[in-house]
């Protein structure tokens, strides 16, 4: 059973730790997404110290992106870091079973889909068969993950974090216990305590995910063969990648079912000790969104500023093509009644998506009108993934539309589009359409 809000409240005014702090209703949703770590608390009594505790000044529960980047960089700032984690391996949902295996099926799926279909053809590679391998496609997968994992508990060592593979639990207003899988513990007396505990696969009512016939998004990543049929409920980010992967094997049907919650403020900030980042607080449930929060936690721990812009955090659908974007959306300058331009220009004029025959697509800019400021980004096209990032960065740092149009842009590259929609944005019209 997951903690909610209330029992949250409950065990760390008893800890002494949160006194009378008033918390708003909607922020306890935030809560009811942390998927370890915190699971029980309310109901174990508090433990004393082990003989010899570990001290840290900083404790990490959860290795997913945004704890494993928070760890390397407290212990970079110079703090005593542990960081426990209850899987096996480090990296947390993303690189075990979502961001990273998705990639690579998504990626290995287009290459055959270019070859099974006419698309190599139409370039000259002319191929007599082609067949899918499923298994090694597989391997391919696990391959990156092995690598990748592998290369966060090398970083933990170079950057002395000290790693405990165990189930966190928060024991005490400076304490933290972890438990290992033959059931011994391990206590930590620490002066910090970051919550990253990730998600978990919402269930559906009435359904059991047996993870054979029902499968979660993290099953559907280890299909042992492939499915004459195939139905997806969900038509999120994930649920329209799932379908990407899938459907260049076999046709597949999706319905839309959303839940959307609004979430009006960031809470990752429990008390002057306790902190939490990712998807237990506000804000989109992304990687990249909690490797910066992770990053801004430890740095206010050691008196830095804490600010992050939810605004100039990118988002990317990595389908074929691609979607990405950034900042604000037409609907929301005007229902904001904010005035704006747009500035557009497809892939089909440009010269490196016409010799990579990969057109369809556009970059879609929207400047202040007043300013000229940019606002926002939207791109439907290849390497919108990569492009979304220069957005980001003239959001970051307020530019103008202008100033986007006058920086030399590489020839022939798909990134000269963007600089193209800023140019129909600030002058009115881009030069090559």
């Not at 049929?229 to 799932?242: F, T, Y």
């Not at 659908?317 to 904010?338: D, N």
Request: aromatic share 6%; charged share 20%.
């Amino acid at each position: 059973m997951l903690l909610t809000c209330v029992q949250l409240l409950r065990v760390e005014q008893e800890l002494g730790i949160l006194g009378d702090l008033e918390v708003h209703p909607q922020q306890r949703g935030h809560f009811n997404r942390i998927s370890h770590g915190l699971q029980g608390v309310s109901s174990v009594p508090l433990r004393t110290y082990a003989d010899q505790p570990i001290d840290a000044d900083v404790t990490v529960i959860g290795s997913g992106p945004g704890g494993y980047v928070a760890a390397i960089k407290a212990a970079q700032l110079g703090f005593k870091t542990v960081c426990i984690e209850k899987n096996e391996t480090l990296g947390g949902t993303c690189l075990n079973v979502g961001c990273i295996p998705s990639k690579a099926l998504l990626n290995n799926s287009h290459y055959y889909h270019m070859a099974h279909g006419k698309d190599f053809a139409s370039r000259g590679i002319e191929m007599s068969e082609v067949r899918l391998n499923l298994e090694k496609m597989m391997e391919q997968k696990s391959s990156a993950v092995k690598a990748l994992t592998g290369g966060i508990a090398h970083l933990f060592k170079q950057n002395k974090v000290v790693h405990i593979n165990g189930f966190g639990k928060i024991t005490g207003k400076n304490q933290v216990t972890a438990t290992k899988a033959d059931g011994s513990t391990q206590v930590i007396g620490t002066k910090n305590i970051l919550i990253a505990t990730g998600s978990e696969v919402t269930p559906f009512p009435g359904i059991t995910i047996d993870e054979d016939t029902i499968v979660s998004s993290t099953g559907a990543l280890s299909l042992k063969k492939v499915p004459e049929k195939l139905v997806v409920i969900g038509a999120g980010v994930i649920g329209v990648e799932l379908i990407g992967y899938l459907t260049l094997a076999f046709d597949c049907l999706f319905g839309d079912l959303l839940t959307c919650l609004d979430f009006r403020s960031l809470l990752c900030f429990f008390s002057g000790s306790i902190y939490a980042i990712g998807d237990v607080v506000a804000g989109p449930m992304l990687a990249h969104k909690a490797e910066d929060e992770g990053i801004i936690c430890v740095e206010g721990m050691a008196g830095g500023a804490v600010h992050i812009d939810y605004n100039c955090v990118p988002s990317v659908i990595y389908t074929h093509p691609e979607v990405a974007w950034v900042g604000k959306s037409e609907e929301q300058l005007k229902e904001e009644g904010i005035e704006y331009k747009v500035g557009k220009f497809p892939f089909a004029a440009n010269s490196r998506a016409k010799t990579n025959a990969d057109t369809d697509g556009m970059v879609k800019i929207l400047g202040q009108k007043s300013t000229d400021r940019v606002l926002g980004a939207h791109i439907l096209g290849p390497g919108a993934g990569e492009m979304v990032n220069e957005a980001a960065l003239a959001l970051e740092y307020g530019a103008s539309c202008e100033d986007i149009a006058r920086v030399c842009h590489a020839h022939p590259t798909l990134s000269e589009a963007f600089r193209e929609a800023n140019l129909a944005a600030s002058f009115g019209k881009p030069i090559n359409f």
